[in-house]
């Protein structure tokens, strides 16, 4: 009678694993968006401020880059913008008293030669009529009086444009070099500023892939990490299993070791290239199926350290072929 008993319950165990093995519950894996931080300035790693692991804030100092040359740009691009903002604001007072006592002077100056070129030149000239002198000494008279007329021309130009005030258009091009000045300036102080590489939002590092001293080339990845944010939960169903499945339907998922439930919410149906891409280690496909990727997102935010990137997760009851649970 013993081993009657016994033998009925083998066999019982043995039916229960086999229907278990039939129906094993769907496995997945945990994802997280990866981030690759590079910089956009060429330079030597200067100071490396985290850790592998460590988990970093949006704007959060991830390394410094040294960068000389940009440094030297942003003095340079300092001193123009001060010389082109004092020259706009010379050009909207116009010319200092000192200017203008100097330029009436220089016009009086050239009127009082100009005066007295003309009354010798006429004097020569009527002497000349009676060829009373040279030709030679005539013929520098009046080149005294032509120079002494063109400079009075001259001064008197430059008296006009004091008396009248800086033109429009001579206003207008140290503005225009002001505002170049100012864009150089901006220009510079944003590379200066791409030194600093920061964290371009919450996340986990993973890697580091340089070391201070090293020479950091533009858009090389210097940090790899995942977004803090983003997990996700990917399992791999046939094409006899994914109608089974609705957009937007809750499930429940389990961690595989700690047994941590997950409420999740169907976001997305896939279908994969080849099979070389399943996230599940059995999808439970035969030859010949299509498998697609199922995802799944949090229906409630996840607590910090229950889920790591590539962690393995599975679903219970999870539907089987025909729709069975």
Known sequence: MFFICAFLIMGFAARAHRADSEHPPMSGKVRFETIHV????????????????????????????????IAAQVEAAEGALKAASSKYRMALAGASEYDRKQ???????????YDYAKSSYRRIASMNDG??????????????????????????ARLADIESGVRAEKIEM??????????????????????????????????????PGELAAPGFPLFTGHAADAVHFRFTAPESVVHSFSRGEKYEIRTAFT??????????????????AVTSMYPRKKAGETAYELIFRPADAVEADVVYHNMRVFMENAPQVGGAK
């Open 38 to 69: 590079s910089s956009k300035v060429p330079g030597r790693i200067e100071t490396i401020a985290v850790r592998e692991g460590e988990r970093v804030r949006k704007g959060d100092v991830l390394a410094v880059i040294d960068v000389p040359e």
């Open 103 to 113: 330029v009436r002077s220089h016009y009086e100056a050239a009127r009082s030669q």
């Open 131 to 156: 060829r009373l002198i040279a030709q030679q000494e005539y013929e520098r008279m009046k080149s005294n009086y032509l120079a002494a007329r063109a400079n009075l021309g001259a001064a008197e």
């Open 174 to 211: 140290a503005e225009g070099d002001m505002l170049r000045a100012k864009g150089a300036l901006r220009e510079a102080r944003s590379a200066y500023e791409e030194r600093v590489v920061r964290a371009p939002a919450d996340m986990r590092i993973e890697s580091a892939t340089m070391k």
């Open 259 to 276: 047994g941590f439930p997950v409420d999740v919410v169907l976001d997305e149906i896939l279908v994969l290239p080849g099979y070389a």
